[in-house]
């Protein structure tokens, strides 16, 4: 059995008459007879009754039809399916993210990526730095949107794609009286209660956050441990402290928070994208330059 046949017996039903059956089909009229005799045979009985006019379908024929109809329909659209993969216009592309890049790259590089291919299915993962290497190498994902203070040092299998850099600046809360200030001295914040995050034992940022600080000649305290940005955020402004966060995170235009650098921080918080070495994904290629794009303009 093949696909041609079941195409002409279901135009010859749809018309009621092989001639316009195969003027449809741009064929002669023997080629759809021909079709249909080896499709009968193979079937073991006939599908018409071609004693009346138009031919009626036999029981073994009205069996066939809807079932062959599904089945043309389902194989037109694997191939337009297929095609619209291979033209890089759909499929599937899963996207791991550290929280901070919400604030940056990430959304406006996965809106231009539906816009541009709204075929393909985005998956979103929440995955810390540390951790997207071997994200990449099971299969969870495509691509890392990462973020670390200072150099990065990625293994051989992995490839790193820059895409900015980034001041790091003090969140406190807008009604400290600091927040007045366009710029903090390390003395300003000598004891103040500084809120760590995110909370993992495999995360540097933390560390590195702290590193510059006390570079800088700040002395801080930690007074809270939160596990993510937006927590370290909220204690922010509820007054339990200040936190360190790179300047696209001050763009979020919060009213109860303030942004302010502090003198003598250098120390630079680099965003860049993570992906497997030697691994095609054109999804993944798509994804990639449109981030790199927005990024020169950041």
């Known amino acids: 059995m ?29 080629a759809v007879s021909m079709q249909i005799a080896q499709l009968e045979e193979q079937l ?26 599904a089945l043309l329909s389902d194989t037109q659209r694997m191939f337009e399916e297929a095609k619209e993969l291979s033209l890089g216009r759909s499929g599937w592309l899963s996207i791991g993210f550290t929280r901070s890049t919400i604030f940056s ?35 969870l994902i495509h691509v890392g949107l990462a973020r670390t203070i200072g150099p990065f040092v990625s293994e051989d299998d992995l490839e790193c794609i820059p895409l900015f850099s980034e001041p790091l600046l003090a969140a406190l809360p807008s009604v400290d009286p600091l927040a007045r200030r366009k710029v903090l001295n390390p003395r300003d914040l000598n004891d103040a209660s500084f809120i760590s995050y995110p909370k993992d ?44 966060v790179g300047k696209s995170v001050a763009d979020s235009n919060r009213s109860d928070i303030r942004f302010l650098p502090v003198r003598g921080v250098k ?6 994208a993570i992906r497997r070495k030697g691994v095609a994904h054109q999804l993944a290629d798509v994804f990639l330059d449109i981030a790199s794009m927005q990024s020169l303009t950041r």
Do not use: W
């Open 267 to 272: 120390t630079m918080a680099n965003v860049f």
């Open 44 to 69: 073991g009985g006939k599908l018409f009754d071609r004693a009346t006019r138009p031919m009626k379908l036999t029981p073994l024929g009205r069996f066939l039809y809807p079932k062959a109809r």
């Open 201 to 244: 034992p495999n995360s540097s940022f933390a560390r590195h956050t702290l590193q510059a600080l006390e570079a800088a000649g700040v002395r801080p305290r930690i007074g809270y441990e939160a596990k993510e940005i937006h927590t370290a955020l909220g204690l922010v402004a509820a007054g339990l402290g200040f936190t360190l």
């Open 105 to 139: 790259v990430l959304p406006d590089a996965v809106r231009a990526m539906k816009a541009s291919a709204p075929k393909v299915r985005i998956d979103l993962t929440e995955i810390l730095t540390e951790h997207q290497g071997e994200a990449l190498r099971n299969g």
């Open 2 to 30: 093949n696909l041609r046949a079941l195409r002409y017996f279901c135009e010859v039903v749809e018309t009621e008459s092989a001639n316009l059956a195969a003027s449809r089909l741009h064929v002669v009229p023997a």
